[in-house]
């Protein structure tokens, strides 16, 4: 690889600025960027995480929707060492072009061109910040080197029937990008010798510092979406040296052969549900626990999880199967199953909790039931609660998908139906004399 002396001329600028109107009404208050995942993480952190990992130390962070809890999660977690030329900044839209904000995906670079000038770096990363994967992006800079590209863009097969959620980009024997076509919503070409996949954008791109300025500056003059896959890719494909990168052959140190190519795009609430899903399994499709690649996030310095009672006699046990639970979790006689708790959640005694993701300092009150539902952040579920099994009575209260999946929305007040508590506990052991009295939880 080329390591260190090629990684000093590149910057990296991650687009962090989008609405995430999909992913509503876990976008109500927040960028879609900055959408809990896994537990402790943001979604942001796992592009971050790439490059850093990678050895790719000066980020431009571009942000620009309701971007405040973006911007304090990562001044707050990302703090490199800018003495040495090691950044990760956070860049607000500012309007330095004129009295608008960012106008496509193309236009944020180009609003922000000065951070190239004042870095002068050969070549530039422009990638989302709204995807969860690995990456070595050195094998990516590597054969964009190697080739002389003006662009590389980094791709991944999809099904046919995927292919209008992507731009679509059709190569030649060499990798050489031939075609590109932005969401087409029917006719996408497929890869040759597999009829019923596409080659899909990760919107990933490795440009020339040169080139890419002399592009953005001449699409600026336009009256149009100043967007990178609209505009930009059809735009330079057909007169420049323009290649796309095959994702699935990157390998990163330490994963298995069933975790490369995993990619996800969680842009709507049933795939994003999915991505979670995916993060449970005995042996998970994408692995948070590989040493050689670590995963980090914000230092919230809570105390362990706590899993109490075993009372079986009244059914009153604390237990979590196929889960992933997070620092400051209490699980207080609640059983927990596929399952993603995020910091400080409360599960009280008799709740049955089931393929859910429910985040920071949600509590479940006793009694409770739910299922296939995401609970965001400071929800009280009242005793007796159900979601998740109603249908009917989920789409009067809640965000309901298509195809079932309940969303909570951050800080929603939940009224307490009794109705669903039990008129009588199951009977507990009886006391002995050196027994303390229970605490009610």
């Known amino acids: 690889m080329y390591g260190g002396l090629g990684l000093k001329n590149v910057l990296t600028m991650i687009l962090a600025g989008g609405m ?4 509503y009404p876990l976008t109500r208050d927040r960028a879609k960027p900055a959408v809990p995942f896994g537990g402790r993480y943001r979604i942001i952190d796992f592009v971050i995480n790439n490059f850093i990992n990678s050895g790719f130390f000066k980020i431009k962070v571009l942000t620009q929707f309701k971007s405040t809890s973006l911007i304090e999660h990562i001044t707050r977690t990302w703090r490199l060492a800018p003495e040495i ?6 860049v607000p839209a500012q309007m330095r072009k004129g009295p608008f904000w960012f106008r496509g995906t193309a236009d944020a670079v180009f609003q922000n061109l000065e951070l190239i000038f004042d870095e002068r770096p050969e070549q530039v990363c422009v990638f989302g910040g709204d995807h969860i994967y690995k990456m070595d992006v050195n094998q990516m800079l590597e054969e964009h080197l190697e080739t002389g590209a003006d662009l590389t863009i980094a791709t991944i097969p999809v099904s046919v029937s995927e292919a209008h959620q992507f731009g679509i980009v059709e190569i030649d024997e060499n990798w050489q990008v031939t075609g590109f ?14 009829p019923d996949m596409v080659l899909a954008s990760m919107g990933n791109y490795i440009f020339k510092s040169g080139v890419m300025i002399d592009v953005l500056q001449h699409n600026a003059l336009r009256d149009s979406a100043h ?3 609209k505009e930009i890719i059809p735009d330079m494909f057909p007169r420049m040296n323009v290649r796309a990168y095959d994702f699935a052959k990157n390998r990163v140190p330490g994963e298995e052969g069933h975790n490369r190519g995993y990619w996800r795009d969680v842009g709507t609430i049933d795939s994003y549900f999915a991505a979670s899903q995916d993060l449970v399994s005995v ?5 948070l626990y590989n040493p050689q690649w670590p995963l980090i996030s914000s230092s919230l310095h809570l105390p362990p999880a706590k899993f109490v009672f075993a009372d079986a006699e009244s059914q009153r046990i604390g237990i979590a ?3 992933m639970v997070s620092d400051g979790v209490i699980i207080s006689g609640g059983t927990i199953n596929r399952s993603v708790l995020s910091p ?3 599960i009280h005694s008799y709740s049955e909790v089931d393929e859910a993701i429910l985040m920071d300092g949600v509590e479940v009150g006793r009694h409770s039931k739910i299922r ?3 609970i965001d952040k400071g929800v009280k579920l009242p005793p007796g609660s159900m979601i998740g099994y109603d249908s009917e009575a989920d789409q009067q209260r809640f965000t309901v998908t298509d195809s079932g999946i309940v969303v909570v929305s951050k800080g929603m007040v939940i009224e307490e139906r009794s109705v669903a508590v039990p008129l009588e506990e199951p009977p507990s052991k009886p006391e002995t004399r050196n027994q303390k009295p229970e605490t009610r939880n």
């Open 372 to 374: 296939r539902c995401i």
């Open 283 to 287: 042996t998970p499709a994408f692995n």
């Open 85 to 90: 030329g090691q950044y990760v900044d956070v």
């Open 344 to 346: 400080r959640v409360r």
């Open 181 to 194: 076509v932005e969401k087409p919503k029917e006719g996408a070409r497929t890869i040759p010798g597999r």
């Open 321 to 323: 199967t196929d889960s």
């Open 20 to 23: 995430g109107e999909r992913l």
């Open 227 to 229: 967007d990178f896959g």
